[in-house]
Structure formats: structure tokens, C-alpha cells
């Protein structure tokens, strides 16, 4: 009996129910079957596939052709199995897949199950269930940590507001500095103890995203010139989009987000170079670009640069900052890109959502 190239003529209704994807393929390469999880995997419809030749019209790249042999020996001499493991240049980009040949026959003919296992998804959810175990570890430390640092910070935010009262004219934007980043470090103490506590606990109110850029900006220069202290010498030029640019969300958590960038960008920058701040607005929403010309990320740091206590900087780093920043844009239902190579650079790029702006309503 001849088998058409359909998947109603080969009774495999139970393959569509798999986690992993199922191709089956008869002696020839031809495609009989092909499971919905391989069209999630592939990309590629089922009705584009069937009936054509596996090996030679629907994946027809290096990897594959290196065990298109080994499929023809394993169909001629009925071997049990055999497994591959290889990145295959998908249309959604390159993945890397395991691929395991089992031959069988129905009735007169020669057939073989070709089973498909996504690895770089499952490393992505790995990764992603280990970074939330760090994450749940970093609010065990926090709360610990909290209650004492609260003690050092109301003795700063004490001592600034008292000299500010006797401050010369000139002194008191220092003053003014540092009683605001003690609030700010306040407010940073609340929110470690909310998510030690319950996982998340923000205010949340209408800011302008270039003001905080602004006040970044002003702790970010100090940090500039501590670089040139050190022989370096970094530029920082800031462009905002015109107006008032919107956001719902807490003031102190976004400031220290965008400080965060600023404070990276400036020690990526090893000898003389520019820092560069932009907002801009898309439709419907609120964008920070930060750039810098400083050393740039290979790719396997630029992988894991968001995880909780991974650090390039040794003792000097935390492993923190960066981890902070995607917390807080992700708290503030935004997003973070990321584009980076060595000798190139590094452009971080924030999106949040954008908020009405009560002044400009009519």
C-alpha cells in the first residue's frame, strides 16, 4: 500500500500532543507528518511542509545534510536510533536543536520519526528559574541589610537638612544633593524591604521621564569628574525631546534606574569618551537611549548582564546595578534593549509607557 503525503493517512493524532516537535518522514526524506510544536519551533506551516522532501526542500542547511547519510544508513540497516545536536538557522533566527531519528515500519513501509527538542528555549527557562532564585536570595539579603542602612541614611538626611539651614548661597546645591540622594537611598531601603516582604511595593504617580533624566544627569557628572581623577576623561551630553515626557511610576526607583545606566556607561569608557543621553517619544511611548563609546560586551556577557550578581568588574562590582535596572523598567511595565560589541560601544535603550500629560488636556 502506498502512503500519501498527508497526515490523515498515517495515524499519528497522539504525536500532536507532544512538548517537543514530531516530523515523520518516510524512507525518502518525504514529509508525512509534522506535529504543531515543530510549526512553533520551525516557524513554518504544516501545509508548507508535508508531502516535500525534508532533507532537501525544507531544511536544506549544513546541519542537517550532515545526517541526511546517517538517516539513509539508519533507514537501510534498521538501526534502533540516533541523535544529533546542532544550531539550526530557523527564519526566527538560529536556535540550537536536538534532533533524534527513530525508524519503524508500518506495514510494508519504512518509516522514521524525527523528533525535535528546542534547547536554547529550554536554557531560557532555565536561566529564567535560576534568575528568579537569585532574585528571591537578593530579598532575604535585603531585608537584613535595610533596617541598618536606614539608621546610616537618617543620620545623612539629619545632618544635610540642618546645615541647609545655615548653608552660604553657594553651598546649598551640594547640600541639596546630597539631602535628595538620601531620600532617594530612603525610598531604595522601602522598596528592598517590600520585596523581601511581598515581592514588589511602588507608589506610583506621574513623572516627567526628562526631569529624572535631568537629576540623573546632575549625580552623573559628579561621577565624571571622579573619573578624571582617575586619568579618564568622559564627556556627558544630554538631549531631551521637547516638552514634558510622561510616565507613570516612582520617582526615586526610575532616578536610580537611569543612574545606574549613566554610572555603567561612564566606567565602560577606559580612557576618553562620551556618554550620550536621549529622550524621545514613539507612539505611545516614552524612550531613553543611553550610549556610550566606551569598550563594549562580547556576546556571552551581553547574554547575562541582567542576572543578580554577575559582575565583569570583580571586586568592584556588585553584580547589582544592572540587575536593579531591569527590575525597576520591568516593575514599570517597560522594557530594555540592549545592543553591544567589543571596541563598539554600548547602547542601552528604555521603553515605558507613556502617560497623559494632565497640561496639555483639553
Avoid: W
Avoid at 565624571?224 to 581623577?229: D, E, F, M, T, Y
Avoid at 569608557?269 to 566606551?294: F, K, M, N, W, Y
Avoid at 556577557?301 to 568588574?313: D, S
Wanted: with cysteine; net charge negative.
Amino acid at each position: 500500500m502506498k502512503i500519501q503525503a498527508s497526515p490523515d493517512s498515517v495515524d499519528f493524532a497522539t504525536l500532536e500532543l507532544l512538548p517537543v516537535g514530531v516530523i515523520v518522514v518516510n524512507d525518502q526524506g518525504t514529509v508525512l507528518f509534522y506535529n504543531h510544536r515543530e510549526e512553533q519551533i520551525s516557524g513554518r506551516r504544516r501545509e508548507d511542509v508535508v508531502g516535500r522532501n525534508f532533507f532537501l526542500d525544507v531544511a536544506p542547511c549544513t546541519g542537517v545534510q550532515e545526517f541526511h547519510g546517517r538517516f539513509g544508513e539508519l533507514m537501510e540497516h534498521g538501526e534502533e536510533s540516533v541523535a544529533f545536536d546542532f544550531t539550526f538557522p530557523f527564519a526566527m533566527g538560529a536556535r540550537r536543536v536536538r534532533i533524534n531519528l527513530h525508524p519503524f515500519r508500518k506495514g510494508s513501509d519504512r518509516l522514521c520519526i524525527i523528533f525535535v527538542e528546542d534547547l536554547t528555549e529550554g536554557a531560557k527557562v532555565r536561566e529564567s528559574i535560576l534568575q528568579s532564585q537569585r532574585y528571591s536570595e537578593l530579598g532575604e539579603v535585603a531585608a537584613k541589610v535595610a533596617h541598618n542602612f536606614n539608621n546610616l541614611l537618617s543620620v545623612i538626611q539629619m545632618s544635610s537638612e540642618l546645615a541647609l539651614e545655615r548653608a552660604e548661597p553657594a553651598q546649598r546645591r551640594n547640600l541639596e544633593r546630597v539631602l535628595e540622594a538620601a531620600q532617594d537611598g530612603a525610598a531604595l531601603v522601602a522598596r528592598l524591604r517590600g520585596i523581601a516582604q511581598s515581592g514588589l511595593a511602588s507608589s506610583r504617580q506621574l513623572l516627567d521621564l526628562n526631569a529624572s533624566v535631568l537629576t540623573a544627569a546632575d549625580f552623573a557628572r559628579q561621577l565624571a569628574q571622579g573619573a578624571a581623577r582617575e586619568g579618564r576623561q568622559v564627556g556627558l551630553r544630554v538631549n531631551l525631546a521637547p516638552g514634558r515626557l510622561m510616565v507613570l511610576g516612582d520617582g526615586g526607583e526610575l532616578r536610580e534606574a537611569i543612574l545606574n545606566l549613566l554610572r555603567n556607561a561612564i566606567e565602560a569608557i577606559p580612557g576618553q569618551g562620551t556618554v550620550r543621553v536621549l529622550t524621545s517619544r514613539e507612539p505611545g511611548t516614552a524612550v531613553l537611549d543611553v550610549i556610550d563609546d566606551g569598550s563594549g560586551m562580547p556576546p556571552e556577557v551581553l547574554r547575562r548582564i541582567f542576572t543578580p550578581m554577575f559582575t565583569t568588574k570583580g571586586d568592584r562590582g556588585t553584580g547589582l546595578g544592572l540587575a536593579s535596572v531591569h527590575a525597576a523598567i520591568r516593575h514599570h511595565g517597560g522594557a530594555v534593549e540592549v545592543d553591544s560589541a567589543p571596541g563598539q560601544g554600548s547602547h542601552f535603550r528604555i521603553i515605558l509607557p507613556e502617560a497623559p500629560d494632565p497640561r496639555v488636556q483639553a
